[in-house]
């Protein structure tokens, strides 16, 4: 009896569904208060926080975290609490 190891391979990428949690641009909310929450909530280092708050200013958005819909959802309501403008894709 043979095992194919690459159809278990796929099978099992296919129940982890990653998913990527954007922070996106809004006009209202300071740098400060963005790297402040990354960095509480989203447990950055603070030049990571930084970085991604940059890089959502210049671009629009900026991936935050990567994982599995049950991890991220708490992240992306703490930081809506927060008045930050977040998505999970």
Known sequence: ??????????IHKKSIANKTLYLID????????VIDCLVAICDH??????QCALLTHYKGSC???IGENDD??????????????????
């Open 63 to 65: 991936e935050i975290a």
């Open 45 to 50: 280092l603070p030049l990571q926080a930084e």
């Open 26 to 33: 809004d006009s209202f909310n300071t740098f400060d208060h």
């Open 1 to 10: 009896m043979s095992i194919d190891y690459n159809k278990q391979n796929k």
């Open 72 to 89: 991220l959802e708490p992240l992306r309501e703490d930081l809506a609490l927060y008045g930050l403008n977040v998505e999970i894709l």
